[in-house]
């Protein structure tokens, strides 16, 4: 069974750092690009970064110097290190396969991410 | 940057209703334009990729159309398990914006 199942979120003060994970399953993932995607609370959903099999990366503007993308193939693992985090940074952060322009199919459960003093 | 909308923002509809949501593009984009439906509590699921084609296990009530700047999702019959969100999302280049959502509410 293809599967991707995040963790590492929690409540976190503003300013503060937590890093997410994302173990993949059942497919190449070393061969696949990878994204992280969030929502915010009651919102939409917002891409965050993606990262291909070799390593190159990009961000969205609203995270880029603060979070980081990166990735263990030899653990089928992805990561999201997230440092100075801002009140706007609260939600759900999802994981993703990435299969180009025929969409993101495969995702996982969410992690949430709590950013509160 | 492509900047996404979709309209309406919030659709009431019956069961067996036709329903068309619209994706505009700010600019003219390939063919990469992708539809997800989102249920509460429940992570994305993506419907259609390529503008028209459907992933697979997707029912054929669902059909996607458009080219340059205008897109459409069309449930052709509304049922109990379509009430939900959908997104759009532009694949060409990064960012891969979404557009702001369509919620699907019962009437």
């Known amino acids: 069974e293809v599967q991707l199942v995040e963790s590492g979120g929690g409540l976190v003060q503003p300013g503060g750092s937590l890093r997410l994970s994302c173990v993949a399953s059942g497919f190449s993932f070393s061969t696949n690009s990878m994204d992280w995607v969030r929502q915010a609370p009651g919102k939409g959903l917002e891409w965050l970064s993606y990262i291909t099999g070799s390593s190159t990366k990009y961000y969205a503007d609203s995270v880029r110097g603060r979070f980081t993308i990166s990735r263990d193939n030899g653990k089928n693992s992805l990561y999201l290190q997230m440092n100075n985090l801002r009140l706007e940074d609260t939600g759900i952060y999802y994981c993703?396969?990435?299969?180009?322009?025929?969409?993101?199919?495969?995702w996982g459960q969410g992690t949430l991410v709590t950013v509160s003093s | 940057d492509i900047q996404l909308t979709q309209s309406p923002s919030f659709l009431s509809a019956s069961v067996g209703d036709r329903v068309t949501i619209t994706c505009r593009a700010s600019q003219g984009s390939s063919n990469s334009l992708a539809w997800y439906q989102q249920k509460p509590g429940k992570a994305p699921k993506v419907l259609i990729y390529g503008v028209s084609i459907l992933q697979s296990g997707v029912p054929s009530r669902f059909t996607g159309r458009g080219s340059g700047t205008e897109f459409t999702l069309t449930i052709s019959s509304l049922q109990p398990e379509d009430f939900a969100t959908y997104y759009c999302?532009?694949?060409?280049?990064?960012?891969?914006?979404f557009g702001p959502g369509t919620t699907v509410d019962i009437k």
């Open positions: 999302q532009y694949l060409d280049t990064w960012p891969f914006t």
């Open positions: 993703a396969k990435d299969e180009g322009t025929s969409g993101f199919d495969v």
